[in-house]
């Protein structure tokens, strides 16, 4: 949300942002539970080590981290690493790859481009068609 404000994501898909777990909510509806039954996929772009690491952990601590595990067992969870090429070649980050991959979350890997450190290297968010072009396989509109 330091990256992005949520009210840029609402303006521009004409839907409520959800952030806060804990916002006041309709009496008959858990907000994490209920965005992953509406949901028919899940994109997390640009993903952190910090997201990655969570999900593969099980940990469910904030909106994002909690909605991915009521999701994931029954709809299509896209990953979009994004970050320094040392964090993401970072043994410790890949084998939570490899095991979120082995539970059957999706990556669109990276590119490698100037980074928001200055370096160069793999770790730049793909490109937008990339990821829409994975969102469209995997909710079958290939």
């Keep these: 949300m330091k990256l992005v404000a949520p009210l840029t994501f609402q303006s521009l898909t004409k839907n409520k942002v959800h952030t806060d777990m804990f ?35 099980g940990i469910a601590d904030d909106m994002l981290s909690t909605t991915v595990m009521a999701l994931a067992t029954h709809k299509p969870v896209i990953i979009c690493p994004a970050m320094n090429t040392a964090m993401y070649e970072n043994p ?15 990556f669109v890997d990276p590119k490698e481009s ?29």
């Design 23 to 57: 916002a006041e909510i309709a009496v008959s509806e858990i907000k994490h539970i209920s965005l992953a039954q509406k949901a028919d996929v899940c994109v997390i772009a640009p993903a952190t080590a910090n997201i990655i690491g969570k999900i593969a952990s």
């Design 114 to 142: 100037r980074l928001a450190c200055g370096d160069l290297g793999k770790g730049a968010l793909a490109d937008v068609d990339v990821i829409v072009a994975a969102v469209k396989s995997a909710i079958g509109e290939v």
């Design 92 to 106: 410790v980050v890949q084998a939570n790859i490899e095991k979120l991959k082995g539970h059957g979350y999706q």
